[in-house]
T-cell receptor, first 113, second 113 residues
């Protein structure tokens, strides 16, 4: 089955700096990689995703990159703000047929004002 | 906010109690999920229902019993739990079994004494 490793487990940055979270996956068949943000007292919510036919995707201050050959993908947050403080989860799955979504262990991001 | 609600939000129970967790989705989705979220562990998929039929049970102990009376509601019946079952229980839904994006509820924080 799929195995997703995520690091770092915790990350502290100064407001305005960038944050990078990295994940690796094991199953080359995986072709869909969502990122979820979980704020305190809430469930995870999708913030961005990327498919295997794309190398990079950007949405305002958030971007995700994918290296299929190396089987790793990363989340980049620029100009961090205090409201970016949360736990971020990467995930991998195969889109197009039923396969469960495998999640990383999560990264707790703290943005220091 | 996400269209998935869970009740109760917090639950404390003794090991001999019987309680139920409830999840309701207002998104018109056909698949629903129960996850267990423990500290320093990836999200653990427990059960998957598709069109009210259980399609996956990830070796979950029988003290957890799911029920899906219709495509909008999902229950998790709890009986004679152990302290190690204390965790955040998340419900999610997706368009169908192959749905890529899962929409999570806020979770039920369970403490077993």
């Amino acid at each position: 089955g799929e195995n997703v490793e995520q690091h770092p487990s915790t990350l502290s940055v100064q407001e305005g700096d960038s944050a990078v979270i990295k994940c690796t996956y094991s199953d080359s068949a995986s072709n869909y990689f969502p990122w979820y943000k979980q704020e305190l007292g809430k469930g995870p919510q999708l913030i961005i995703d990327i498919r295997s036919n794309v190398g990079e995707k950007k949405d305002q201050r958030i971007a995700v990159t994918l290296n299929k050959t190396a089987k790793h993908f990363s989340l980049h947050i620029t100009e961090t703000q205090p409201e970016d403080s949360a736990v971020y989860f990467c995930a991998a799955t195969f889109s197009g047929g039923y396969q469960k979504v495998t999640f990383g262990i999560g990264t707790k991001l703290q943005v220091i004002p | 906010e996400t269209g998935v609600t869970q009740t109760p939000r917090h639950l404390v129970m003794g090991m001999t109690n019987k309680k139920s967790l409830k999840c309701e989705q207002h998104l018109g989705h056909n698949a629903m999920y129960w996850y267990k979220q423990s500290a320093k562990k990836p999200l653990e998929l427990m059960f998957v229902y598709s069109l009210e039929e259980r399609v996956e049970n990830n070796s979950v102990p029988s003290r957890f019993s799911p029920e899906c009376p219709n495509s909008s509601h999902l229950f998790l019946h709890l009986h004679t739990l152990q302290p190690e079952d204390s965790a955040l229980y998340l419900c999610a839904s997706s368009q169908d079994r192959a749905g890529e994006t899962q929409y999570f509820g806020p979770g039920t924080r369970l403490l077993v004494l």
